[in-house]
């Protein structure tokens, strides 16, 4: 217990801790943070707010040290006044502050080394700040009370607190006019939201200047490439690495530069016009599409960025809304970019990272939308057509995963939690440290559950990462072999969905045949895991196919069809899953001149939960092989073969569903005959049977 | 007064000093006089033969790539030593040696009269734009001193043969087709000619099928009777380089007989020109009466035109004809340039000469006596721009060519003088080149563009021989030229297929295997113009032979193609498009062929972005008129647009179409040959040629081999696809093949088991084939099918349906109660086989 002091001694030490000019200082620095912080809490996105952010974090780091020098002589100078009300205030004050500037330091430390700042800090660092407000105000008003009173008898002490109070007013002011002078000088980059001078603004009469892709932007203007590109930036070290790794080698990723996209699309510019490619952008290259690059006269008809990011993060990420008439029509918007982002170097590097980290309101408002998980969104691009525009001859459905998803079993209207959406499979939930782990919005989802949406969008492309030697392509590649043979396991749906091989196939042979007799082989095929038509996608292009050998036991082969020549052509009568469209005189689209479509002639595909039926068949009659009729002239699927003299039984049935992304024809076309390039084929599943050979007449 | 007193001394020394001044002043500020300046441009000096070039001129540049061609050839090696013979240059001769279709190049060379020189040379072209020396692998081995050179076949036996004048004897090689070749020149009597010859001219005069040959003698050349120096232009030339210190040598005809030998029979033939200093001749029809006749171009002496009477000999109507050129002409060519259906002359000459442009005027009726005075010729150079611009210079070879490809023939001089420079004896004066442009603005006129046309024509070289060829394939025309004593140059035409052209090569099963002589009509947007194969001479050398070159201008294709074929017969074949080269034998169809340097141009398309613009209008207006199934103003559309880009895929195939709704079947195959001759990988248009040759059109494409042949080639392409297959099952059908037609049906069905057509043209081939079960099995599942379609599957909104539910083919318009067609209305009736199939 310390001896009593005199009136004039505690005047004294009064008039000492109002000329402390630590005091002033550290009250000026508490107003500033505090003024910051509520700014940052209330106000909504602005500039001022992100330099704010800014200095408020080296402010408040810098004013750590004189803060505690100050309350030890603060508490020193005042431990032995009595326990008033003011006392009371400053001590609870003290343990807020104390929280306060805790938080505030895990929370720097966060944004600076972390991925982003979370709620355990976050919501101590404000609950504080309020309580500061209230505690530490009242125990300011009180001592300015008590100075205002003696200010009247002692001209020493009144100009102490004048000096204290101009101190503080200037610390401040000081931090004010450097956070004003920032936000002055340092300004979101700007964009160049222009076309090109001689852009063809109108190419079909009533239609926007992106027509005939039915994608457009906020303004129905251009958008600088850079403000749609840069993913680069966003999956940079500590920010959304994982996410950006796995978009790398996706089809989403490669959707402009891909090698087949580039060559039809230059076909398409020579044949119909570079405009007409457009219709293509808004799906493929929305970067140079909306850039104005698809344009007459440009040669390779994509921006830099565009080529090389295809769907972008934020081509994704900054539509605002989509229709589910589908052929991109999506509305593109411009998100507000943070002012350090798009600079050179490495300051601005970090000051961008830190101000979305520690300040990422906006980031997180504008580029998360509850409508990015909706298969509707998706619908925007998973659901095509040719309009009358474009082939000029009238409305023509193209690939439309979405409608045919919606109308398959996977799909419940009445039973919602029965449902499996797009985003289910196609971005399944991977172990994440990623920012954007966790979604609380998602309904079998929490927001800390460590976890992230796959962005590999894994499909069915096993042909373009490796050719294009994306990277990682050989993980990814992996991955959609395993996805094809539906050996990709997807626990959070898995009471939902199936199990066992995507499009099982499944040989149905009687157990014995006898020599001279015929053998039936019918070869089903279901498509049990596939969320929609099995082949999807441009059927004019992919194949899938059953490739079907019988052997007998001394490994003669007694028929084969479904083989791949020399050419990499599949053999004529095969059972092929593919479309054969058709122009207005009956000849193939053979080089996804889907402009030219008016319809199919031909198409096989596995609708969800259906099945086909191959059906081969092996007689003994002897005859060409090659070229046998059965009796009935019954020209079902499949192939009619001979058995040979002198085979030893069992025969051995073994059939698979092969599969490739790209025909051969239309590489053959792209690449010049004799090209050595073909796509990869992949076996999607296989069986296996065994026929015993009785005697004949038996 | 009293002022005069007081101040007279003052007031005269200050009008005396005003008045010196004054005078000084005037002095110095008279008016001088400045002495006239030669070349000085002085007051009312007009010159009206000089015009302005209009504003817009071709973009066309000749680029030197002789080197990077891999044409390693230099001319003259060693040193000048003032002769005559070693003075005149040396020609070259374009043609197709081996027959790949690419023209290669011989290169002739001399040097000096005493003393080593270097081997002429043989390159072939390696069908990619550049040449390989195959001298030796040739068997042609020729050191002497070479003059013309020209291509002929004169054994019959379509492959060409090599001719060689020359100081001394000329040379004549037997090729064996294969680009080997034999030294037949003693047996062709060629021996027995020494002298110093020079030009070449090759036709079939008197119409034997076999060729014959005209070789223009130059001087009697004979050192021992000449000495002495005389004076040129102030300069000493000695009379060894003078050619009228010599006497003139005759000139051989040499009358083939088709195997390689010859009779000379000039003299008897009336044609010899003993009189003319012979350099160079023109071999053609110039009076249109079907026999080739002779223009010889003579220096320092009259030109003679010699007219074929039809019965071996000739007449001299020089004088009548007024082209008595006397002076001193050395380059030859001719060509209809003012497009009034005849052939005109250019001449050009010696320094200080112009050179001449005779424009032809045949007389109506004129050949009633004889061919005196059929025809007479003006002389119209001045008027036309080309005759005083040659006064400078010393002109050699020499010809017309739509360089630019705007339907309007250019004209090309090498000049170089024979007056030693006055620094070096050894050297001749190099001069500039000239590139003529013929604008057909106002009244028509040649401009003088070599300023513009790329480095060669602004240097400075002495020229001699030069050729016309399209070395690269690429529709455009360059240039081959000899310079005395430099490296050859080749002249690449950039962007003169910026317009499009056609090329044309006419070929005969025997005899004249070449169509030399053949005169040829082009309609070309409603212009019939001439051209006449191998008339041309320029100097010593020999422009492509047997192929003839059509630049379309603002056009896209030759709507009809007239030939006057040797002998008189006369076809019409058409249309042919732009960028391609069409091989027509006669009495055969005409093949199409894509120009292979000229696949670029049209995958990529026009050069500028406004042509670009413009195609695409145009396409867009052909598109809607089709669809508006406006037909004939479709094919205008579509002719426009490819006039801007030929070859565009869509734009042939779609043509074709229109042209066939509008019943030019022919047109409309031509058009798809057209097609897949620049897009070889294009299913749909070998599918389409297939289809046009099966019956039920113009029976004159009937042809089921040739439409097997196509369908074949479809499947080939991409044999996963089952309309050629079904197609392969009809032409069996129509061929009778009916196992052959049932497996391709049942091999259709297989392929797309969707298809009425497969299953119900499969019964009709079983019950054809008696197999009535099999017919009815098929007959029943074809209906089946039939009334399937059209009912969607399971999945909703799946591709390639539309919103009528059936395909929106314009199919439907051909007709469907053929037997092969009948499928199409299946559903309406029952399936009794008798009933559908009898």
């Known amino acids: 217990m310390q001896a009593k002091l005199t009136r004039s001694e505690w005047n004294q030490r009064r008039i000492q801790g109002w000329s402390e000019w630590i005091g002033g200082l550290v009250e000026g620095l508490t107003l500033f943070l505090t003024l910051t912080g ?289 052929n991109a029509n999506y509305v593109m918007t411009q998100p507000k970019r943070y002012a350090w982002e798009l600079r050179d170097g490495p300051l601005a590097g970090f000051l961008a990272k830190f101000t979305i980290r520690a300040y990422p309101g906006e980031h997180v408002r504008t580029l998360s939308r509850r409508m990015f998980k909706t298969p509707e969104f998706c619908a925007a691009c998973h659901k095509q057509f040719i309009d009358q525009e474009v082939n000029q001859v009238g409305w023509v459905q193209l690939q439309n995963q979405y409608d045919n998803w919606r109308a398959s079993r996977w799909h419940h209207d009445e039973h919602p939690e029965e449902t499996i959406e797009c985003r289910e499979c196609h971005m399944p939930l991977v172990d994440s440290h990623d920012p954007a782990a966790g979604d609380e919005a998602d309904f079998n989802r929490t927001r800390d559950d460590g976890k992230h949406r796959s962005h590999r969008f894994l499909g069915a492309n ?82 899938a196919w059953v490739e079907i050998e019988v052997v007998d036991a001394e490994g003669q082969v007694l028929l084969h069809s479904g083989k791949v020549d020399e050419e990499h052509f599949v053999e004529e009568g095969s059972f092929m899953f593919k479309a054969e469209p ?42 060409d092989p090659k070229h046998d009729l059965d009796a009935a002239g019954t020209l079902d699927t499949g192939a009619a073969f001979a058995l040979h003299e002198g085979i030893v039984g069992p025969l051995t049935v073994r059939a698979r569903l092969n599969y490739r992304k790209f025909d051969q024809y239309l590489l053959d076309f792209a690449f010049g005959e004799g090209t050595e390039a073909t796509a990869p084929i992949t076996v999607i599943s296989s069986a296996e049977a065994t026929v015993r050979l009785i005697e004949e007449g038996r | 007064m009293g002022l005069w007193r007081r101040r007279r001394k003052a007031i005269l020394t200050v009008s005396a000093l005003a008045l010196a001044g004054g005078a000084l002043a005037v002095y110095a500020l008279r008016s001088r006089v400045k002495g006239y300046q030669a070349g000085e441009e002085t007051e009312g000096l007009v010159d009206t033969l000089r015009a302005d070039l209009p504003s817009a001129v071709p973009e066309v540049e000749f680029r030197e790539v002789g080197r990077e061609a891999g044409l390693e050839f230099t001319h003259f090696r060693g040193r000048r030593t003032g002769r005559l013979v070693e003075d005149m240059g040396s020609g070259v001769a374009a043609g197709d040696v081996d027959g790949d279709g690419w023209p290669d190049l011989f290169l002739v060379n001399s040097g000096p009269l005493a003393g080593e020189r270097d081997p002429a040379r043989l390159f072939r072209s390696r069908g990619d734009g550049s040449f390989e020396d195959v001298t030796e692998a040739s ?73 014959d040959l005209y070789v223009c003698g130059y001087v009697e050349y004979d050192e021992a009777q000449k000495s002495g120096h005389q004076s040129q232009f102030g300069i000493d030339i000695p009379a060894m380089i003078n050619p009228s210190a010599f006497e003139p040598a005759r000139n051989l005809l040499l009358r083939g007989h088709g195997d390689g030998t010859f009779e000379e029979v000039a003299l008897q033939a009336g044609a010899a020109d003993e009189t003319g200093r012979s350099l160079g001749v023109l071999f053609c029809d110039l009076d249109d009466d079907g026999w080739p006749d002779l223009y010889v171009a003579n220096d320092v002496s009259d030109n003679a035109l010699l007219l074929n009477r039809g019965d071996g000999t000739f007449e001299d109507v020089t004088t009548a004809a007024l082209v008595g050129d006397y002076r001193g002409a050395m380059g030859l060519a001719s060509a209809d340039f003012d497009g ?107 401009h003088e563009l070599g300023a513009v046309a790329g480095a060669f024509f602004a240097e400075e070289h002495v020229g001699r021989g030069g050729a016309i060829l399209d070395y690269d394939r690429d529709g455009d025309l360059d240039l081959c030229v000899q310079l005395l004593g430099e490296r050859v140059r080749l002249l690449r035409n950039e962007g003169g297929n910026e317009r499009p052209s056609v090329t044309l090569r006419l070929r005969q099963a025997e005899g004249n295997r070449l169509a030399i002589g053949a005169r040829v009509e082009a309609e070309i947007g409603g212009v019939w113009r001439l051209a006449v194969t191998d008339s041309q001479g320029s100097y010593l050398s020999q422009h492509t032979v047997g192929e003839l070159h059509f630049g379309l201008g603002e056009h896209s294709q030759i709507r009809r193609l007239r030939v006057r074929w040797p002998g008189g017969e006369i076809s019409e074949e058409g249309p042919f498009l732009a960028g391609t080269s069409v091989t027509w034998t006669r009495g055969e169809r005409p093949v199409i062929e894509a120009l292979p340097g000229f696949l670029a141009r049209a995958s990529e398309g026009p050069e500028s972005v406004e042509t670009e613009r413009e195609f695409f209008r145009r396409r867009q207006q052909a598109t809607q008129a089709r669809l508006a199934e406006d037909y004939p103003q479709a094919v205008q559309h579509y002719l426009g647009a490819l006039s801007l880009w030929p070859g565009h895929d869509d734009c042939l195939y779609y043509l074709a179409h229109c042209l066939a709704h509008i019943g030019d079947e022919a047109g409309a195959v031509r058009v798809w040959e057209t097609e ?57 059908l129509l061929k009778g093949e009916l196992d052959l037609a049932r497996r391709r049906f049942a091999e259709a069905a297989r392929q797309n088991p969707r298809s009425v057509e497969a299953r119900y043209l499969g019964g009709r081939a079983a019950y054809l084939a008696g197999d009535l079960e099999a017919a009815r099995a098929l007959l029943a599942e074809a209906h089946e099918l039939a009334r399937a379609q059209g009912l969607g599957g399971d999945s909703a909104s799946s591709e390639g349906e539309t919103r009528t539910g059936e395909a929106l083919t314009a199919e439907r318009a051909l007709d469907d109660d053929s037997p092969l067609q009948r499928w199409r209305t299946l559903t309406t009736r029952t399936c009794d086989p008798d009933l559908e199939y009898q």
């Open chain 1, 38 to 326: 509520l700014a940052l809490f209330a106000l909504p996105f602005n500039l001022f707010n992100q330099h704010a952010v800014v200095v408020h974090t080296v402010v408040g780091l810098a004013y750590v040290l004189p803060l505690a020098l100050y309350l030890v002589r603060h508490a020193r100078r005042y431990s032995a006044f009595p326990s008033t009300h003011v006392k009371f205030s400053g001590w609870a004050a003290l343990v807020l502050l104390v929280v306060c500037v805790i938080s505030g330091i895990a929370l720097t430390w966060e944004a600076v080394f972390g991925t982003r700042i979370s709620a355990f800090w976050s919501l101590p660092h404000l609950i504080t700040t309020f309580g500061l407000i209230v505690l530490l105000g009242a125990h300011l008003a009180s001592a300015y009370a008590r100075a205002s009173r003696a200010r009247a008898e002692e001209a020493e002490a009144r100009q102490a607190v004048h000096r204290h109070r101009s101190l503080s007013l200037a610390a401040l002011a000081f931090c004010l006019v450097v956070t004003g002078a920032l936000t002055l000088v340092i300004r979101p980059v700007s964009f160049v939201n222009e076309f090109p001078s001689d852009y063809d603004g109108a190419p079909y009469e009533g239609a926007g200047p992106f027509s005939p892709s039915l994608a457009t932007t906020s303004t129905g203007g251009a958008f600088d490439p850079r403000s749609l590109s840069d993913s680069a930036y966003c999956g940079t070290s500590g920010c959304h690495e994982e996410i950006y790794r796995e978009w790398l080698p996706s089809v989403h990723r490669y959707a402009s530069m891909d090698i087949g996209f580039q060559k039809i699309q230059s076909v398409m510019a020579a044949q119909n016009g570079a405009t007409s490619t457009r219709y293509c952008g808004g799906c493929h290259d929305p970067i140079s599409l909306f850039s104005g690059t698809k344009n007459i006269g440009v040669e390779h008809l994509s921006d830099l960025s565009g080529y090389q990011e295809g769907i972008s993060c934020l081509a994704c990420h900054a539509i605002a809304e989509t229709d589910v008439k589908g």
């Open chain 1, 462 to 543: 096993q042909f373009i990462p490796l050719a294009m030697d994306l990277p990682g392509a050989e993980e990814h590649v992996a991955l959609i072999e395993k996805w094809l043979k539906g050996e990709y396991e997807i626990p959070e749906i898995a009471d939902r969905w199936r199990t066992g091989p995507a499009v099982p196939i499944e040989i149905e042979v009687p157990s014995e045949v006898a020599l001279g007799d015929e053998l039936d082989i019918k070869v089903h095929l279901v498509n049990n895991k596939v969320g929609h038509d099995f082949p999807t996608g441009p059927l004019d292009i992919i194949q």
């Open chain 1, 582 to 623: 058709v122009d207005r005189y009956g000849n193939l689209i053979d080089r996804h001149n889907l402009w030219e479509m008016v319809g199919v002639r031909f198409k096989r595909s596995l609708f969800p939960g259906s099945e086909e039926v191959a059906n081969y068949s092996l007689t003994c009659a002897g005859v």
């Open chain 2, 139 to 211: 068997g042609i081995d020729f050191s002497g001193l070479g003059m013309a050179a020209a291509f002929v076949d004169v054994d019959g036996d379509a492959d060409l043969d090599l001719f060689v004048s020359a100081y001394g004897t000329c040379k004549l090689w037997r090729n064996d087709g294969t680009g080997h070749f034999e030294d037949i020149s003693t047996r062709a009597g060629l021996d027995d000619w020494p002298g110093f010859w020079s030009g070449v001219g090759v036709a079939d005069y008197d119409r034997d099928g076999c060729m």
């Open chain 2, 340 to 446: 009034d259906g005849d052939l005109d002359l250019f001449i050009t000459h010696w320094v200080g000469q112009e050179n001449a442009l005779y424009q032809a005027h045949p007389r109506e009726g004129g050949g009633a006596g004889g061919s005196a005075g059929r025809i007479t010729f003006l002389d119209v150079a001045d008027r036309y721009g080309v005759g005083f611009t040659g006064l400078a210079d010393v002109g050699w070879a020499t010809g017309f060519f739509d360089y630019d490809n705007d339907g309007a023939l250019d004209l090309f001089v090498i000049n170089g003088s024979t007056i030693p420079t006055k620094e070096d004896a050894t050297h001749l004066q190099p001069m500039q080149s000239q590139l003529f442009w013929h604008s057909t603005e106002g009244r028509g006129r040649f």
């Open chain 2, 676 to 732: 897949v001759a620049f897009t070889p990988g294009s299913n749909r248009g070998w599918m389409q040629l297939g289809l046009a040759h099966l019956p039920g059109g113009d029976p004159a494409f009937d042809d089921l081999d040739a439409a097997q042949a196509a369908f074949e080639h479809s499947l080939a392409i991409n044999q996963e696809e089952s309309r050629p297959i079904t197609q392969l099952g009809v032409v069996a």
